[in-house]
């Protein structure tokens, strides 16, 4: 049966809205509303609904998303090749703390299964980390993972897996200049993750600029071990004169890992409650769906979450930034408020030594879903936010502390920011996508959201969720966003796998590292 003509705008004063009819919609098109369609306009891109003159503002969200090149008729097709794009709000002058929203009911009685650490800390996985120090390693490591992963795992049946932290940092950097503490923190504070249970095992080569001790100084490790001593670092350096050829470097690793395997195998899941989780939410592959159906999905989520006492991570500077006044509205007091626009002034001061600005974010995916530019993009990234109190920012690396809706500064990049949430101590990572990727992390469950329900169809063993359920009309944004928190604690319990997990789908982990490279 033919699909009748659908679009959707986003709020009674915009002047366009999205085609949502797969294969989009041929011109001649009469739309519901009576209009007649000029141009074909693919799924997902923009058609006009009133004439817009030359100079004129192009609206959607209800924000000026750009201004017409040239004038454009009722029923033409909007896409970037026709906008202008509006200059980024300006970081003065902001509302403060405006927006002081009474907290919603908590949200109680909904529990996980859990491995509880000894700092309070509670994880979904049970997994033995091995943290290097340096590139120059990771072959090494690597091996003896494998190795591990076929010769002794399967002797410890409560461990899920073993992964080797590699990276590209460590040697041939400006290790000591101030930006460098971004990749330092940030892999020491992932070595630290909840789901690794507090067993931090290091390779270290010898000779790198960041040596064991200044990645992970005394003190810097807070779990407690049975005798309620801070463990000593463990670290097997491959140039030690002990290691005599290639395997006597793997049998040390292998023997030094099989300790922490011991330890990790004797855990065990316990109820917790929904409070202990740590979501990161995030974006990629996105499109014009992406802030119609999975991202609000994820926002109300988010709100959940923090009604039942959560704690949830939003990031992706350059892609919430257009947004930097909803954001400063909702903080919690003025300090949050001004944490926010200094993290964004850093990063506009960091594109401008490279000779760009926020929209060199766009990608050429992005455009054919019908995203036009960067403030169209915001306006669809920002909404995974939800419309909790933001409570918490974190600059790039640094670790959560606290409870409630936190915005942690990152790049937008999906490798780089889902390696900064980790940092952040995150236990379950959502990720929401319009265009598809198969996006997974080795180190925490990863939750895959489609906004279209031919990406969820066509993939249907890399997506977990369908929020294009929202644009067909069969499922709410309710609806969906109580399907996901309830995924989330099945998943973050062990009795379900999302599909990255199952086929083992992961990404390097990328630092974000601002300081030269020598």
Known sequence: MTQAPLTIAMHEADNVAIVANLGGLPAGTVLACGLVLRDTVPQGHKVALLDLPAGGVVRRYDVPIGYALKDIAAGSWVHERLLQMPQARGLEGLPIATEQRAPQAPLQGYTFEGYRNADGSVGTRNILAITQTVQCVAGVTDFAVQRIKSELLPK??????????????GCGVAIDAPDAVVPIRTLRNISLNPNFGGEVMVVSLGCEKLQPERLLPPGSIPIADQRGAAPDLDVVCLQDDAHVGFMSMVDSIMRQAEEHLRRLDVRRRETVPASELVVGVQCGGSDAFSGVTANPAVGYCSDLLVRAGASVMFSETTEVRDGIAQLTARASTPEVAEAMIREMAWYDAYLQRGS?????????????GGLSNIVEKAMGSIVKSGSSTITGVLAPGEKLRQKGLTYAATPASDFICGTLQLAAGMNLHVFTTGRGTPYGLAQVPVIKVATRTDLARRWHDLMDVNAGKIADGTASIEDVGWELFQLMLDVASGRKKTWAEQWKLHNALVLFNPAPVT
């Open 356 to 368: 760009v600005d926020r929209s060199a974010n766009t990608t050429p995916g992005n455009k054919k």
């Open 156 to 169: 410890y049946r409560n461990v899920d897996d073993v992964v080797a932290l590699e990276h590209g940092y």
